[in-house]
């Protein structure tokens, strides 16, 4: 902490106030019975992962909260108090200056971990943005979500040149990430902790760390917005709380297999994806250690692994892949948890972790669910099957969160036009074979679209959120993506799942990656074709007609499945959560421009 920081925060006693206890925050509850003198609330309190951090600094004070390694190289190193009291002084930045609707434009800093809590301990609501996308999109989901102040990383804030223009009044509150407290957000930091001296000294407890109504916004995450204008989900203080307790456990953030004291969680994960799956708030809540990164470096990742004990990342399946193919991949000595999702994963990815003691935990979810929202449970009994299968089921979607309803699967039909919708809220089969799509309901469901209310209605058509998601359900309860429903390639009448024919691919022994979608055909109306990468060295000895024929003759597919056409690709075009963006596959079977990958 920097020395004009550590100052302020001497000018009072932020954590322990003149009683003999800390004075807790609080928010005001209730009533719904005024026939009685007392408050019939007196059991509950309203929801907010926002109080987690404030929770933390109480408990262990000087417990690492972040290492971060700077964009002017120091590693950055700052305990609960300090992060606690940084928060704060944001939150108070935000009251003192009136700022609600907060933008977010940065990659994965210590500030951006900080302005998550002390924008919701301020009342607001934070929009993060990928960074990633075309500066048009940025403008039009800072519009669309009506912010009124920015936080954006030094590296980024060219990216705001056309929203600007049309917002020439909304301040930009500029990030250096470095080790020397000397940008605007820094700035912003020290102000609000003067502004709260000024004020009383409330400290926390003048804010609102519990929240006011659970039920209210404390975050706009975007959707992607591939096929069209991305749309803005809500995600409530209740949400967001009951989300991070169910990441908390079913990814054992409490159970530390990598022989470290607490937690130590990497962020190769984008904070702006989903709130980061709300692991911002489940990794405070246990009081684990954040490792940010600003970028995938996969060296820079084995050496974390290597060297700091990492126990807890998650990532998408390309993510995973790619490190593990990476030269510095070698088996660690003490296990690393892997919540894997974004996209269905492959029983020979999970071997590959496995082999690397890299313990994958399958998970599934969607920006509108906060993420993750069923689980891939290992069963004990699985131990007596050939292991092939085992990694099999491993890879299953599985069953609801332990804080949400279970996931259904349920019959759908397809209308004159080829799109899928419900025909009512009817369950399938759970014999593995019918197939339906996903719905989910409960406490892990988002409130809706924001400003949006024709696209909220479809959403929650029937009672349930509707995944788009096609699956099987199986008799043991767990369900099993077979694919979207626009992912799906009909050949001669013939349903092709593109993920089934995706992890046949990736057995080749030179595939690295691969991508499957439908290609027009004179004879069967449609044909597959794979895109694929292949691994490091067999570049230009291994051809897509040798791959063809391997499919044909060594793998245990069915011949209608065989890709009519393989390209082989140095990379595959992917969001910047790892999904494959197989619109963009689409358009380059078509014989679109690839200059948009």
């Known amino acids: 902490m920097s020395t004009a920081l550590k100052r302020l925060s001497s000018l009072a006693n932020h954590f322990v106030p003149s009683s003999s206890s800390p004075t807790v925050p609080s928010a005001p509850s209730k009533r719904t019975d005024l026939s009685h003198d007392f408050d019939h609330n007196h059991h509950i309190h309203q929801l907010s992962p926002t109080f987690w951090l404030w929770r933390a600094a109480q408990i262990e004070p000087d417990a690492l909260a972040v290492y971060h390694k700077t964009v002017n190289g120091p590693i950055l190193k700052r ?41 919701g301990a301020a009342g607001g609501v934070h929009v993060a943005i990928n960074h990633r996308l075309k500066a048009d999109d940025l403008a039009y989901i800072f519009d669309h979500a009506d912010v009124d102040s920015i936080i954006a990383d030094e590296e980024f804030v060219h990216l705001l040149d056309l929203y600007r223009k049309s917002h020439p009044n909304i301040p930009i509150i500029i990030d250096k990430d470095t080790d020397q407290d000397d940008g605007e957000y820094d700035q ?218 279970p996931a259904r699967v349920i019959k759908t039909k ?34 809706g679209y924001y400003k949006d209310a024709k696209a909220t209605r479809k959403l929650f ?60 055909d004179e004879k069967w109306g449609e044909a597959p074709k794979a895109f694929v990468t292949v691994k490091s060295g067999k570049e230009g000895s291994v051809t897509g007609e040798q791959i063809i024929e391997w499919a044909k003759n060594k793998s245990d597919i069915s011949r209608f499945m065989v890709p009519k056409e393989i390209e082989i690709l140095q990379e595959l075009p992917k969001t910047s959560t790892g999904k494959l963006r197989k619109n963009i596959l689409r358009d380059w079977a078509k014989g679109g421009k690839r200059d948009d990958a």
């Open 414 to 447: 397809q209308d004159d036009s080829g799109a899928w919708s419900s025909d009512g809220v009817v369950d399938v089969e759970r014999d593995g074979k019918e197939i339906g799509e996903i719905v989910v309901a409960g406490n892990i469901c988002a409130r």
């Open 79 to 119: 305990t609960y108090a300090e992060t606690s009291e940084r928060a704060k002084g944001f939150a108070y930045f935000l009251r003192k200056k009136g700022y609600k609707r907060v933008g977010i434009l940065c990659t994965n800093t210590p500030a951006f971990l900080e302005a998550i809590f002390g924008i």
């Open 188 to 405: 912003a930091v020290l102000e609000g902790l003067r502004y709260d001296e000024e004020t009383g000294g409330q400290g926390w407890a003048g804010l609102e760390a519990q929240c006011v109504e659970e039920d209210s916004l404390i975050a706009i995450p975007y959707t992607s917005g591939t096929t069209s204008r991305p749309k803005g989900v809500e995600y409530t203080h209740r949400g967001g709380y009951m989300a991070a307790v169910a990441n908390i456990i079913e990814s054992g953030l409490n159970t530390h297999l990598s022989g470290a004291d607490r937690c130590h969680y990497l962020w190769t994960l984008p904070m702006f994806h989903a709130v980061g799956w709300t692991f911002p708030w489940a990794v405070t809540a246990v009081r684990g250690t954040h490792y940010t990164l600003r970028k995938i470096d996969y060296p820079e990742i084995w050496r974390l692994l290597k060297t700091e004990k990492i126990s807890h990342y998650n990532a998408a399946p390309t993510v995973n892949t790619l490190l593990c193919a990476d030269p510095n991949a070698e088996k660690l000595p003490e296990p690393v948890r892997v919540t894997v999702a974004a996209s269905p994963p492959t029983a020979h990815l999970f071997e590959q972790m496995t082999n690397l003691n890299l313990q994958p935990v399958h998970v599934y979810g969607l920006t509108e669910t906060y993420g993750p929202i069923t689980k891939g449970y290992t069963m004990p009994a699985w131990s007596d099957l050939p292991l092939k299968e085992q990694y099999a089921r491993k890879a299953r979607q599985g069953h609801g969160h332990i804080t949400s309803l």
């Open 461 to 520: 058509e029937g009672g349930v959120l509707h995944t788009g998601d096609l699956a099987v359900w199986h008799p043991d309860g767990a369900i099993q993506i077979l694919d979207r429903a626009k992912d799906i390639i009909i050949s001669g009448g013939e349903n092709i799942s593109s993920l089934a024919l995706e992890s046949m691919l990736v057995t080749h022994p030179d595939v690295l990656e691969a991508a499957c979608v439908g290609i027009a």
